[in-house]
């Protein structure tokens, strides 16, 4: 037996080759290969990870990509090595993003020069446009006569039993075109029909915006508009415009100029003095019935809305024009409803059937009353004359 040293005991190394010597094992250990990761940082451990894994999986181009973003610089085995991409010469994304909006506002100003051109209109404020219109007075809308001029009283009908009497130079007659028909925060009213007498004519405003960022500039004009006026007439705005209009303006964090100021919805009025056998108490209908005005090559009011959106989607502006002339029809139609309605508020129904031709009658079912200030309505609606 071989002699144990000073301390007693046989060295590692010693007892190793005894082992190995024992087994048949090769006097030495073979050389471990130095893995590639040794000395590798923290971030570059995490890449080379990313380069391990793929080993067992296919590399495709977005795995390729995120071991170059993540600096994996190990070949996986049975993979082609990946060659690092060269960068791309040329602008920045930030310098080709902007290439990009400049190039679109300037097809957005020559838009806008086609759409002036077409509707006539002139800026009014940031992406808003302003088509002003003048009818002299008298005006024939379809049987009806509107006459006279601002100072003409005009009575109309607030609810049942209650006709407020105005010059007519006070009242502003109002409706819009909206973005849709289901009304709520999401609905944007992109055309605001405004009209007043002025003197002896009647003059028709509408604000168009063209883009959602001119209804600042539009909110400001309508109100200034309803400042100076002394009655609200709208047709069914109590329901929709207003509350779409007064919404418009908490989203903004005003206060709606509406509070205090007389409201006439004539669609209430002409639900209780016009209708008896009508299938319906449209603005269409009371026109066709009571003024006896048939529109003609008119725009549907449902139609509307996908006329905007073409417009903010491609530019389109073909139909535009058709939508302003579709608003001043019902404008115009406002202030003839108003006489006929103003002049028969609390009375037996004025029409029952579709406008003209009609055979006089006698009584007091074909003449009605007169009262100061306004002229006799004759069963006949091509007869009807009254005063504005």
Not at 53 to 80: D, L, N
Not at 125 to 133: D, F, P, Q, R, S
Not at 224 to 243: W, Y
Not at 337 to 352: D, I, N
Request: include cysteine; charged fraction near 20%.
């Amino acid at each position: 037996m071989r002699a144990v040293g000073a301390s007693g005991s046989l060295s590692v190394a010693d007892r190793i080759a005894r082992l190995r010597a024992v087994i048949g094992a090769p006097a030495t250990a073979p050389a471990v290969p130095r893995s590639p990761f040794a000395g590798l940082a923290r971030t570059d451990r995490q890449g080379a990870s990313a380069g391990a894994r793929s080993a067992t999986q296919p590399v495709t181009p977005s795995s390729a990509s995120t071991m170059h973003r993540e600096g994996a610089s190990v070949t996986p085995a049975g993979h082609r090595p990946m060659t690092t991409v060269p960068p791309i010469d040329g602008p920045s994304l930030a310098e080709r993003l902007a290439r990009a909006r400049a190039g679109r506002g300037a097809g957005h100003a020559r838009d806008i020069d086609s759409l002036r051109r077409a509707i006539g209109g002139e800026p009014c404020g940031e992406h808003l446009l302003c088509v002003t219109t003048r009818h002299p007075l008298p005006l024939r809308h379809g049987s009806t006569v509107l006459s006279g001029d601002a100072a003409t009283p005009a009575g109309l009908p607030i609810r049942l039993g209650e006709t407020l009497v105005r010059p007519t130079g006070d009242l502003l007659l109002l409706d819009t075109e909206t973005s849709g028909l289901a009304g709520g925060a999401g609905t944007f009213a992109f055309l605001l029909g405004l009209a007043r007498v002025e003197g002896a004519t009647l003059v028709v405003r509408q604000y168009l915006a063209t883009r959602f960022a001119g209804e600042a500039a539009m909110l400001s004009h309508l109100r200034q508009a309803v400042a100076q006026a002394g009655c609200l007439v709208t047709f069914n705005g109590k329901s929709f415009d207003v509350p779409l209009l007064a919404g418009r303006y908490a989203l903004r964090r005003e206060a709606h100029p509406f509070g205090g100021l007389p409201h006439c919805d004539l669609l209430h009025a002409a639900r209780r003095s016009l209708r008896t056998d009508w299938p319906d108490c449209r603005l269409r209908t009371a026109e066709e019935r009571a003024l006896g005005f048939s529109r003609v090559d008119d725009l549907p009011g449902a139609e509307v809305p996908a006329v905007w959106q073409q417009w903010l989607a491609r530019g389109n502006a073909d139909v535009l024009p058709k939508v302003l002339e579709h608003n001043r029809a019902d404008l115009v139609s406002l202030l003839a409803l108003v006489q006929v309605l103003g002049a028969t508020e609390g009375r037996l129904p004025l029409f029952s059937g579709r406008a003209g031709p009609y055979p006089r009658e006698s009584g007091k079912n074909a003449l009605h009353e007169e009262r100061q200030g306004v002229k006799r309505v004759l069963q006949d609606p091509r007869e009807v004359e009254v005063l504005v």
